[in-house]
Structure formats: C-alpha cells, structure tokens
C-alpha cells in the first residue's frame, strides 16, 4: 500500500465515506427529490402526509413491517410469513373484540401471538437449520391457515372511531397522523439499533461472513431468533393498525404483501445475499414508492399498474451495480452460448 | 527492523542435500522421455515468492513421491500441474514437447488428473453419474444408458481393483470413497499423470491399504501417479522415486531405494537455522490454561496440556493431526466429548465462544478470509468486531472511540492500509493478519491462542509478528500457538509439544528441541519422548 | 462436503457395501413414494368416513382442480432443481389468461390450437426474458423473478383495464376441454399427466436434465466439468414460462371469468406443492413425478375437509404444517442418511 500510514480525518475522508455507503441511496434520494417536484408543481395537494401512507402498495403497515425485514435480510434470512402474521393478529383482534375484550388487553394478547409466531419462525430455522425461504413459505400458509380458523369468513367492523381515525387524525398539537409518526418512531428506532448498536453490527457480520461472526464470539443463532421475534411483533402491531385503518377485521387482510415488503427492503438497497444495506435506504424506497403512487394517480395513469415501476426499479438496484461484468459475460454468451471458463485462484 | 540477529532469513542457506546426492538421478534406460516434466518452474503471491526453482519428472508406470514440509512450494506445484496458474518462469513439457496450461480444463485435456484432499463432487448425484457428467454413454433418441453407466463405472473400478456401487448417491460417501471416485472419474478420461495431495490424511489403514492397490493398478496401467505426503512410511512402501523440496526450490531426486527415512528428514529440513539464543524472557508466571484429558471422538484423543502467563507453548504437527480442531475445542466454537478446560483455576463453559472471550480468551483462527475476517467490513469495523460492548455507552457504540482504537491499534501494529474504512479485501496479507491480531489484542486477553499465525504472509510481516508475540509473552500474556512451520516453531516456542493423528506424542524444552526431533515425532519416527 | 479429519481408525466389521444402497433406496423409496403414502392414507381415511369422497364426481373435481397446479409444479420443479426460483408464474399464467380467452372474442372462429399456441408464445417470452436476466447478469433469480411478478402483473393490468373476459365469449369447445372425461376422470388430467410424466423422464435420461441436478447440487462443480451452466439454466427459466403460459389458457377454460387478478398468489403456492413433493428448495435433488403429487395432495386435503365436513378454514393452515412437516423430515432424513452411510463404509477391505 502506498496510501500514507494514518488515516487522515477531515472532510475529503468523510466526504468520499460517505459517497462510497451511499451510492444506492443518493440515487434513491434523488429520484425523491424528483418525484417531488413533479408532483408538487402539478399539484398543491400532492404533499400532504395523510396521502403517503393510504396508498395500496406502501401502505403504513407495509412500510412498518419494512423495517425487521430488513434486518433480517442483512443477516443473510427472509421471512415471507409477515403478511401472514399481520392477518393472523387482525383476526385475532376481530374475534377477541367480538368477544368484548377490553382493547388493552387484546393489545397484549395479539403482542404475545406475534412474537410467539417469530419465534417458531426462528426456532425452525435457528435450531432445526431449516432454510428460512422454505420455512417462511410454510409458516405463511400455516398463519394465514391460523386467520382462516380464528375469524372463519367473518368481518368484524364494530370498531370505536377512536381507534378506526388512526390513519388520519394527528398527534396532538402536530400535522402528522399517527401512523406516520409511528413509522418514524420505529423506523429511528431501528436504523438506530442496525447502525449504532453492537447488534446491529453483529446482524451485518452474520450476513456478511457467518464463520467469522462465529469466530468472532457473536450468538448468531439467538440474534437471528430474536430478528424474527421482533419481526413478529412489528407484524403483529401492523395487523392492528391495518384492521383500524381499514375499520375492518377480515381473515384475508394484508393478502400477498410479502412480496410488497421484501420489493421495499431490496429497493432500498438492501442486498438479497445480506451484510449489505441500510434504514435510510429502506426509508428512502418508502417515501419514493408512496411519492410515484401519488404522482401517477395526478397524471391518471391506471395506479395498479405501479407494479411495473416497482418490478423496473428492483432490476435497475440490481443490475447497475453489476453493469461491467454483465456486459462482458453477455457478449460471451451471445458468442458461444456458454459462460467462458475462469481460472481459480485460491 | 527488531530481530533476532542470528536468524537466517530463510532461503538465502544453499539447501543441502544428503552427502552424495546432487541432482536429478538420470532416468532409467528403457523410457528416454518423461510423462510430464516441469523445469525450473517458478511462482510468486505478490511478495510470497511459493516456488522459486521447482522441477519434477514422472515416467509412466512410476509412483512418485513430492516431499517437503509446510511452505515448501509443494501445493502451488500441483496447482502448476492442474492447470490453475501457470507458472511465472520455467517450462511444462508433455511427452517432450512445451505446453502451456490455461485452465484446469486445459490440464484435464492434456491428460493430467488431480485428486485433492477434498474432493468436489455432486452430493446427490450417483457415483456413476459423477464419473460421467456431462459424458454419460447413451442409447437410442439420446437418452442416458443408465445400465451401461453403471456397467463402465462397474468396470473402472474392477480396473482399479475396489468394489464400490456405482449406484449409489454421493451424499454421505466416506473420505476413502469419494476419492475412489474422483479417481475413477481420472481414469475415464484417460488421465496419464494423477496427481494425489495428501490423500491418506484422513484414511483408516484398510483404506490406505486399498489406495495403494489402486496406485498399483494406476502404475500398471501406464499412468504416472505424484503422490505428495509427509507419512514417510507410506511413501517407501508405495513409491519408487521421490523428489525433494525446500523453500520453494528442488533440492534433489532420487530413487528411493537405498535412502533412510532420516535422510528424507534431513533433506527436507536441513537448513542451518541457528536456535534463539535460551533465555531472553523472564520465568513465567501462574497456569493460566489447563487442559486435562481433552477427547473428540475420531479427533483427537486424551490431549493434556498447560500453559503458563508468559509463555509460548506450540502444537507442532502435520497439517491434519488435530491441533486446530483441539484449539477450536478449547475456544468453544467445536465441542468436545471428554475431558475439561480450566482457565485461571476456573472450569471453562463448553462449547461456548462467548463464555471463552469474557474469561479472557482471544483466538486467531486458520483461516482469516473466512474465519478471521468480514472481508466486505472495513478495517476499522473488524478490529473492533470482539470489543463493540467496551466501546459503547448507553447501548451506542461510539464512533470517535471506534476510530481512535482501530487508529491506536493500526499504529501500534505498523499496519499499512488506506482508510480505515477500506474495506480489509484491500489490504494484503500480513497486514490483514494484523487486523485479525489488533481485534483480539483489543480486548487484552490473558490467553491469546494463534492457529497459523504467519501463514501465507511476506518476510517481513512475518518477523513483525514474531517480535509482537514475544513481546506479548513478556507482558504476562500465555500463547498457544499452532504452526506446521518449523522455523517458526523452534524460534517461538517456550516448550514445544507435538501431535500426531490426535494424540500427543512429544514434548520438548526449548533447549532440547531441534528441527529433526520434531519432524519425526510428527511423523511417526520413534525419536523424541511422549508427554 | 466437508472433510473431517480423523486419526487411524479401523472399521469395525465386514463391510457393508451391499446394504447401504438397500438403506439409501429404502430411504429414497420413503421419500418420494412416502408422500404417496400420505396420500393414500388421508384418502382412505375420508373414504371410510365419507365413502363418496372416492365417488367418480369427487375424483373428477380434484383431479380438475389439481391439473393447473401440476403443471406449473413442472415447470418451477426444473428452476429449482437447478437453485433458483420462478416467482412471476402467477403473473404470467393470469396475463396468458386474459389475452389468449379474448382472442376468442377480437377473432370469432380462430381454432382453438392457435388459441394455446399464443398462450404458449406469452410464457415463452417470459421465461426467455427471466431466463437471459438470470443466466447473464447472474442475478439471484429471486430478485429477478420478483421482478418480473411485478412488471408482468402490471402490464396485465394495463392491458385489461377495468375489463373482463366472460364465459359467454368462449366457444363451447374450449370450456368442455377440462370438462370432457372418461368415467369420471378428465381427459385433460390424463393429458397434464402424460406431459409431466414426460418431463420427469426427460430430467431423469438426457444429459441436459441430469445437467440441472448437477448445477443445483454444486454449482462451482458443475463449471469445472464444463457443464454449460448459463444455458442450461436459460433453458429452464424458458420452459417454466412456456408452461406458465400454456397453463393460462387452461386456467381460462377452466375458469371462464378472467380479470386482472388471475394467478395471483399462484406462485407461493406451487412452490409450496413442490417442496412438500420432495424437491429441496436449494437444488440438486427432488422429482417432477413429486411435485406434481405434492400439488395433488394440498388439493386433496381442500376437498377431503369439504366432504368430511370440516370447516374448510383448517386446509390452509393444514397445507402450511405439511409444508414445515415436509422440510424438517427432509432434514433429519438427510442428516440421518450421511450419518448412517459415513458408518458403512462401503467398498473398504476387499
């Protein structure tokens, strides 16, 4: 190395650490930047709050159960049962509240389910070394199964309006809804733990290089059941706040939004191999995905088809990183139709 | 650069071979030409130089014998040999005529097999199938004559004189058989050399014994088989000629008819090390590790040992003779089955890393890319990875302490790097193996064990680690070190123990050891005493 | 496969060549023919509560139902098999849907061959795109796949807008196709059978299909041998989605009311079918012949509940503890296996 012996702190260092971290999401913050011009200069309504978290695919649960996933992601798992878990918990709510449970206690009780729901998903794959896509895959269906028993095909609606306004009243004394308030509360909270926090880095270290987090003395295995605990838990208290947001409790609730959370966290430049990415990122994707909803429905484009932007960004996080190499191998591969053969190094 | 001034760096004393033997013996009447001969072949890593003047000869029908200890270039001649680099200088002939070798591939092609220690192949496809991949014999409209597959697989293994059933899934094959395997697969591309790295290690005697009438029928056959081990035993009772090497240079060949094993011995490690000078450290302190008794089924058996606050204890051995898996033990990453770990007088938790590290055990793995580093993780991050609960407050980890210890540490170690928020891939390998030291050195434990700790690492870096352990030991820190290099271990070790095939089998003082005691004890001569 | 290393160690008796292939295939035999097993069991069971869970009608109606499940089993079982994953199935089979039906509306009296073949086309183009991402950028096919779920399922719902495919638009022919049967058995069942039965033998006795097993149960192997792996793989992805698209138009003359949500979840669910069907989710191992059966058997249990009387709540959550039931057996069974096999050692002292 013929760089000098010591780093030299200042702002060239800083500067260039910070631009190396944050490719991805100063990529991110410029297409919010840009999204909300457009949408600011077609319309004055487009910034209120209230519209980012009532939209079909960033939804504020959706964004909430964005934030364990995550971590988990980064520690090198998945877990696809998180819608599941959220109907699991709406359902439980509806049938306890039909009963005349005091809400508090119903708060609990679905507390308990969530996180009891996260630990099975952890013990699997933690104890049994299951692999978390095949058991998450099974507990999806098991939860969902779950929901189905608990609530059978009825809806329960008879929520206090106290409750059902939660996507639209404000905290007291401020502009901002509860659901979004909630959403920043967890998500400092979690962008805390994941980047400040010696379990946070423990969770990059287990993604990165699971060996050498062994060897460094890190429990893997009890920090990876507690992801999914927490992960739960979170999913627990989005099942709650969708069943309030929707004023409705139904066994389907939050159907097929796995695939919408995973689409968030990857977007947000969160590597599917793990040891890679961030919250700020995640937070990013969020308010760009909820900022691209808002400006298509201005410009009367069919909003459900959101899904190709969705689909086209996830290729673009993936490929443009990649482009170099990509390049050379589909020259390759156009020629010879066989990927050309590497000399190994050890 | 601080030293011992009566070390010889190593590789500048002309290697010298047992008197009477000098060169290549000319080879016998009847074959003029060699299978495959390399010449003067030449290596380097950056500034590890593996080979400098490496050259072998195999004839057909002949078992021939690579010997040399740990770091003697014998791997990166067989990686030449496959085809995975070519060599720097020097040239391969094949029957005679240059080729350059660009791919394992290519190797393959040119009729060169290599069997490692580990083979690769496909769990949960057949045994026959693994032979064929890609070339399964067919019948009509192209379709796979599974019968006939398992008819030639049948057929390769009569050849070679071992019954196995071609039928069967890889997944769960013994060690034994799946090499069998890999050598069929040789045979069935009509390999002329096969070269086989270290394959006894891991083979009970009826395998050996089973091996060896495969390397006979191999020899029958026409083909020429390298047979690279340190079991000395085994090479006279399978080998016909043997080449020797040291520092990555050849130091002679020659039938082995008429050699001793103590004049292998003494080939391989005849080099004029001067010993330390004795003393040089102060009397060492308290027990701080105790080891009693310590057993791993099929592992390692009955291991005893202690080492004292300031001393340098090395588990010298071949590579294979259990000495990481004990370390591993004790660390608490493997479990053991038998035995107890007491450290300070008190009985050290199983199997629990974390329960080692708060009673002050630091531990330096084998394999720093895999085990001792986060390769995508910054310097900085790696260095604190062990110390993250003693640099927060109030559950944040803080940064400006982070980076003031991974500075700290960066200086104290002369480590050469960028940033400290390089990521470590970036930094070579002496300075990646500091990185590994300051993240244990961090948390000043009272037992630091190092498994390796020069291994493929530059001259230099490896005397600054070498100085840094002394001066660790002579701050009251016990080490437990393991190496397979002997240099290294006669220079470092306080008391020098000796495993072979999971059990110990000596020890000896600093004053009494010697390259030659120990290299026997390692490999079964009866020199040396048992602990 | 990692080598342990241990000292000297005698075996401890004759060897057992012979009876460890009995024991790994009595252990095949209990896998793949085990969920066979679960099979005939649960369908007993009803049988003998509910005799006419086996009456014609019932049998008819599962195998129905059964039958675009298979199918796409097929497909997803080579992408598996090979490590990776196809998530867009479900989109691609609900936009195969509504534009090959609502051919028959834009074009009266187009034959209902070309009807298939332009589902098939759609799939077809799919799975080239899927495949060319995932063997050229080398780009974990979940993300990829993901998507293309996406992407796929929003150009679906552009080009159906608001609208909807009616029964009325379809010709009498193309909905009697999964209706038609012999004693209760649909031709078409037979017909998905025969193809899947095809594709088993296809992967079981070409090189090609060996090919995937091999990438699937070591990658960095299977490109030392030489096997072309990109191809190969390109090749899978492009046959999942020509029979995604394929079941499309299945799907339609089945279903006969297609919108824009046509397949939705599809994907999660055959994947499920797979891997309790005995395919390992990271490769290498596993059977069309299974997947298809573990399809059968999640759409048994719905009917089983239905006739037993049980409320129909119990399927799903049923379907996902067979699922987790599935794996952790497959683990401990392999477990077990490498274990019991490492103690024969086979061929030794000859």
């Known amino acids: 190395m013929s760089a000098p012996d010591h780093a030299r702190p200042g702002p060239a260092a800083l500067r260039s650490v910070l631009h190396g971290a944050m490719r991805w999401e100063t990529g991110l913050a410029v297409l919010v930047v840009a999204i909300v011009i457009f949408g600011a200069s077609t319309s004055s309504q487009f910034l209120t709050s209230g519209n980012i978290f009532n939209m079909e695919v960033t939804s504020g649960e959706i964004a909430i159960m964005a934030l364990p996933m995550t971590l988990i992601i980064i520690s090198g798992e998945i877990d696809l049962s998180v819608a599941s878990i959220l109907g699991m918990s709406s359902a439980l709510l509806g049938l306890l509240w039909a009963r005349h449970w005091p809400m508090l206690a119903i708060f609990v009780v679905v507390a308990l389910l969530g996180l009891a729901a996260g630990l099975v998903n952890g013990l699997l794959v933690t104890r049994l070394g299951l692999p978390s896509l095949a058991v998450t895959i099974g ?67 287990m993604g990165a290089g699971t060996e050498a987090a062994l060897f460094a003395g890190i429990r893997v295995k009890r920090v990876k059941t507690l992801l999914f605990m927490t992960s739960g838990l979170v999913c627990a208290l989005a099942g709650v706040l969708w069943t309030f947001r929707l004023a409705t409790a139904v066994q389907n609730n939050g159907i097929g939004a796995e695939l919408n959370v995973v689409a968030i966290v990857l977007l947000g430049g969160v590597s599917i191999f793990g040891g890679k990415g961030s919250i700020g990122g995640v937070v990013l994707a969020v308010v760009a995905l909820a900022g691209l909803q808002g400006a298509l429905l201005l410009t009367n484009f069919n909003q459900e088809a959101i899904g190709i932007v969705i689909g086209g960004l996830l290729l673009v996080s993936v490929f443009v990183p990649n482009a170099a190499p990509v390049l050379a191998r589909a020259r390759a591969f156009l020629r010879a139709g066989s990927p050309t053969s590497e000399v190994s190094h050890d | 650069m601080p030293g011992n001034p009566e070390d010889a760096p190593a590789g500048q004393a002309a290697p010298v071979p047992p008197a009477g033997l000098t060169g290549p013996v000319p080879p016998p009447a009847a074959q003029a030409t060699p299978l495959l001969s390399l010449r003067h072949a030449a290596k380097s890593f950056g500034a590890v130089h593996a080979v400098v003047d490496g050259s072998a000869d195999l004839y057909p029908g002949e078992a021939h014998a690579l010997l040399g200890e740990n770091g003697a270039g014998k791997s990166t001649m067989v990686k030449m040999l496959a085809g995975v680099y070519p060599p720097d200088e020097g040239e391969l002939l094949i029957g005679g005529a240059p080729v350059t070798l660009h791919s394992p591939a290519a190797a393959r092609d040119a009729g060169i097999a290599v069997i490692y220690q580990e083979p690769t192949l496909f769990p949960d496809l057949t045994v026959a199938e693994n032979i064929f991949t890609g070339r399964q014999p067919l019948r009509g409209a192209r379709r796979i004559d599974g019968k006939l597959m398992r008819g030639q697989a049948a057929a390769l293994f009569e050849r070679l004189g071992v019954r196995l059933d071609p039928g069967r899934i890889c997944r769960g094959l013994p060690i034994a058989d799946q090499q069998i395997v890999e050598i069929a697969k040789a045979l069935s591309l009509d390999a002329r050399v096969i070269v086989m790295d270290e394959p006894t290690a891991a083979l009970s005697a009826a395998e050996v014994a089973r091996l060896f009438e495969v390397v006979r029928a191999l020899r029958a056959g026409g083909a020429a088989v390298l047979f690279i081990s340190h079991r000395l035993e085994e090479v006279f009772e399978i080998c016909q000629r043997v080449t020797v090497m040291r520092d990555g240079r050849h130091v002679f060949t020659s039938e082995l008819a008429g050699l001793t094993a103590d004049d292998l011995v003494r080939a391989m490690v005849g080099r004029q090390v001067a010993q330390r000078a004795a003393g040089g450290r102060h009397e060492p302190g308290a027990e701080v590790l105790r080891v009693e008794r310590l057993t791993r089924e099929g592992v390692f058996t009955d291991v005893s040992l202690r080492v004292r606050a300031g001393e340098i204890v090395v588990l010298a051995g071949l590579v294979g003779s259990g000495r990481s898996e004990v370390a591993r033990a004790i660390f608490g990453i493997d479990r053991y089955d038998a035995g107890m770990v007491t450290l300070a007088s008190k009985p050290l938790k199983k199997a629990s890393p974390a329960a080692a590290m708060a009673a002050g055990v630091g531990y330096v793995p084998e394999d720093r890319r895999q085990q001792g580093l986060v390769m995508e993780m910054s310097v900085q991050q790696n260095m604190a990875l062990a110390s993250l609960s003693r640099l927060r407050t109030a559950g944040l980890i803080r940064s400006a302490a982070e980076r003031a210890f991974a500075a700290d540490w960066a200086q104290r170690l002369r480590l050469k790097y960028g940033r400290l928020t390089d990521p470590v891939s970036r930094l070579s390998g002496g300075n990646q193996q500091k990185v590994v030291l300051a993240k244990w050195l961090g948390r000043q434990p009272s037992l630091l064990i190092v498994d390796e700790p020069t291994r493929g690492i530059d001259i230099a870096t490896k005397a600054e680690v070498h100085t840094l352990l002394g001066q660790l030991a002579s701050d009251g820190v016990a080490i437990l070190m393991i190496s397979s290099e002997l240099p290294e271990v006669l220079q470092n070790g306080d008391r020098i123990l000796v495993m072979r095939e999971g059990r110990l089998t000596a020890e000896y003082p600093h004053a009494e050891a010697t390259e030659e005691k120990i290299m026997a004890a390692a490999t079964g001569q009866t020199e040396g005493q048992a602990a | 496969m990692s080598a342990t290393v241990t000292a000297r160690r005698e075996p401890s008796g004759p060897p057992a060549k012979v009876s460890s292939r009995r024991l790994t295939e009595r252990v095949f035999r209990i896998r793949e023919f085990g969920i066979i097993a679960v099979l005939v069991v649960f369908v007993a069971v009803t049988a003998a509560i509910q005799p006419r869970f086996i009456g014609s009608q019932e049998i008819g109606f599962i195998l129905s139902n059964t039958t675009v499940f298979a199918l796409l089993a097929l497909g997803e079982t080579m992408v598996v098999i090979s490590r990776n994953v196809d998530l867009s199935i479900g989109s691609v089979l609900g936009l ?65 807008g608001g609208n909807e495919v009616v029964a009325q638009t379809l010709p009498n022919a193309f909905i009697q196709i999964p209706k038609a049967n012999v004693l209760g058995v649909p031709y078409l069942a037979i017909a998905v059978a025969a193809v899947i039965g095809a594709g088993a033998y296809y992967l079981r006795s070409f090189r090609s299909g060996r090919d995937l097993y091999a990438i699937g149960s070591n990658p960095e192997a299977a490109r030392l041998a030489g096997i072309p792996v990109g191809r190969r793989v390109f090749t899978a992805f492009a046959v999942s989605g020509a029979i995604a698209g394929v079941a499309g138009v299945l799907w339609a003359a089945q279903y006969q009311t297609i919108d824009s949500t046509a397949g939705t979840g599809y994907e999660l669910q055959v994947i499920a079918a797979v891997v309790v069907g005995g395919v390992a989710i990271f490769g290498g191992s596993g059977s069309a012949v299974g997947a298809a059966i573990g399809a059968l058997l999640l759409n048994t249990i719905n009917s089983a509940l239905y006739v037993l009387g049980i409320s129909p709540f119990w399927d799903q959550a049923i379907a996902g503890f067979l699922l987790l039931v599935a794996i952790a057996l497959d683990r401990l069974i392999s477990v077990r296996l490498a274990a019991a096999l490492r103690r024969r050692s086979s061929g030794v002292g000859t």
Do not use: E, Q
């Not at chain 3, 090959?100 to 009266?108: E, I, Q, R, V």
């Not at chain 3, 086309?121 to 979940?142: D, E, R, T, Y």
């Not at chain 3, 990829?144 to 719902?157: K, P």
């Open chain 1, 139 to 205: 507990t999806l269906a098991l939860y969902r199964g779950i929901a189905l028993i608990i609530l059978g095909s009825n809806t329960i609606s008879s929520f206090p309006a106290a409750y059902t306004s939660i996507g639209v009243t404000a905290v007291p004394h401020t502009d901002i809804p509860w659901s979004v308030a909630i959403f920043v509360v967890l998500a400092v909270i979690f962008g805390v733990v994941l980047h400040a926090t010696p379990t946070g880095r423990s969770v990059y270290a």
């Open chain 3, 96 to 160: 195969s849907a509504y534009l090959s039906a609502s051919l028959f509306g834009a074009h009266h009296g187009i034959p209902i061959p070309l009807v298939f073949l332009a589902g098939l086309g759609i799939g077809l183009a799919c799975g080239i795109g899927n495949g060319l991402m995932v063997s050229i950028g080398k780009v974990p096919s979940l993300v990829v796949t993901l998507a293309t779920l996406y992407i796929i399922r929003g150009v679906d719902i552009l080009i159906v």
